[in-house]
């Protein structure tokens, strides 16, 4: 059956029927005016962000389980990169008539699945048939039960910069499905973009044991670097040859003749962690992470003074400006 | 300047501004990965819903700034609803390319205006260039600082229903300029339609006094009424000589040949609440909201039991069956 065929009101009691699960702190759940919970303790994180049909997905590209995966991980990933644990999320969807009510159902069951892993009870919905493409929007709140929020403003010179995972990935996995290249030995370059997982417990690490100044690597390294260095009114110096390479991207790159340094400093959507932290601390914080997280902390560079700007040192001492450095509206500067 | 010339971060840097106001619990706001605000007391309250350009409003129809406010309105009149007040919002706006920088500004400034009225705080926003039609979702946190929320599931058959304010308006509004009237003898008609305001000072008012149940009358009384009567495993009487009208819906009627009854009874989109009270509770709520919000209160019907179905009774003495009394996919029955 078609949405369009369905109607706005089923197909929102669908939506209702797969978001019903029992959670401790929920007394009223979706299916009232507003759902209600029991207070808990602690500061509280919020962050909102939507995945739009032709701008951030194809439907060839994502199962709706992925897509619905997806939805919450890149939103999951903010939590994370302030060091929170999640609680609530609000779902909105707009879908083209001639979606299958089964694609709904497994994009709210992809929802579903990941937020039972990772502690998220969802507490509203609303939908409603597009006119254009599909739309899925998610907001989220948090908490961090004691303790201060990991801001991207603290960071100081000397501080060391650290990156969980692996850089370039998820861009790779992009560039492999736009040009329609053979997957099969990317498996891990696709499942990067179309599988995100979000840090959460490598932030929640990073924040106990005093990290400076920590965010998610969305928009790439670069990028993301500049957001830090804005705020924390500092410089940075990258080492490229340090950069975490999967080898699948090492291998991508021979075959098709990518750039794995520019993938690695300006892909975005790898959503993993950037984490600042101080000299004495950096090792117990990497090697903690390491072994609660199970996944590979790298240390690529250090925080310098604002003068110095943001660059990337090659591996034969050359040097590039990366990022720009400053926000286009000054908001930041 | 066009949002298509923009570009993405841009034009999420002018929503940031927009939404960048000081309020004493928000510790960090938007503009890092996700802002931080302090513990409050009380249960909290969550909701959301979405405004689609094409389904829910046309850009002719409404005001920029009217859509923002109308995107928060509704959201708030579901807190309205359950006696919360309203803390935090989330805005999500996907906004095609040849939609003017301006006309997301005056949306936000509405959005904002309407907030810092009624004590909601922005804290989080994304945005995207939408391929389709322009698209905002809002979610919604509130709290409830002592004592219980107000659900549907409380009518017991005796209980008097009351609305506040004036039923059908909206619609009415809404039917002048879907047909292009003069809508000049008809300002509160339209009114209604573009800039519904949300009963909050009536809802906590209900709540506080011990109001049974409660909802919003979005879908109409009779549909509404019907979840209340699902929830509650009751039945309900309107009297339909009761149902408060607008003079100006009763002129639109005379002139135009609308059914009066009919858009008091099914026409969506007045956000006024309707209340289940106790018989000895009646006159008190019924007066205090009165004082309090300076809003008409019309007691219209009672609940009855659930065989009696869900009646409206003409003053003739005829009765004919209203809503459907069950849901759809049976999760209420």
Request: aromatic residues 4%.
């Amino acid at each position: 059956m078609l949405v369009g065929e369905l109607g706005e009101e089923a197909l929102l009691e669908r939506m209702r029927l797969v978001f019903a699960t029992a959670s401790p702190g929920v007394l009223a759940g979706i299916g009232d005016d507003a759902a209600v919970t029991v207070p808990s303790p602690g500061k509280k994180i919020w962050t909102t962000d939507l995945l739009l049909e032709g701008v951030h997905f194809r439907k060839d590209w994502l199962s709706p389980a992925q897509l619905g995966r997806k939805s919450l991980a890149v939103n999951l990933s903010d939590l994370a990169a302030m060091g929170a644990s999640p609680l609530y999320a609000m779902v909105l969807m707009a879908c083209p008539a001639d979606t299958s009510v089964e694609y709904i159902d497994e994009l709210c069951q992809g929802i579903a699945g990941l937020g039972s892993a990772t502690g998220v009870t969802v507490v509203g919905g609303d939908t409603a048939r597009s006119p254009g493409p599909l739309f899925v929007g998610l907001s989220l709140c948090g908490a961090i039960p004691e303790g201060e929020a990991v801001l991207r403003s603290g960071a100081r010179p000397g501080d060391r910069i650290l990156v969980t995972g692996y850089l370039g990935s998820a861009a790779a996995g992009l560039w492999l499905l736009e040009n329609e290249k053979n997957l099969e030995p990317f498996t891990e370059l696709y499942r990067a973009f179309k599988e995100p997982e979000a840090r959460l417990l490598a932030g929640k690490t990073a924040r106990r044991l005093g990290a400076t100044a920590m965010t998610d690597i969305s928009d790439g390294l670069a990028s993301d670097l500049s957001h830090i260095c804005n705020k924390s009114s500092a410089g940075a110096r990258i080492e490229t040859g340090k950069l975490p390479l999967h080898d699948e991207l090492k291998l991508a790159a021979q075959e098709f003749g990518l750039d794995m340094e520019d993938l690695a400093l300006r892909g975005g959507e790898d959503y993993e962690l950037l984490i600042i932290v101080s000299p004495e601390r950096c090792n117990a914080i990497s090697g903690e992470i390491k072994r609660q997280a199970g996944i590979p902390v790298t240390e690529v560079g250090e925080i310098t003074t604002q003068a110095s700007n943001i660059l990337a040192v090659r591996p034969d001492g050359s040097e590039v400006a990366i990022g720009h450095g400053f926000d286009h509206f000054g908001a930041d500067g």
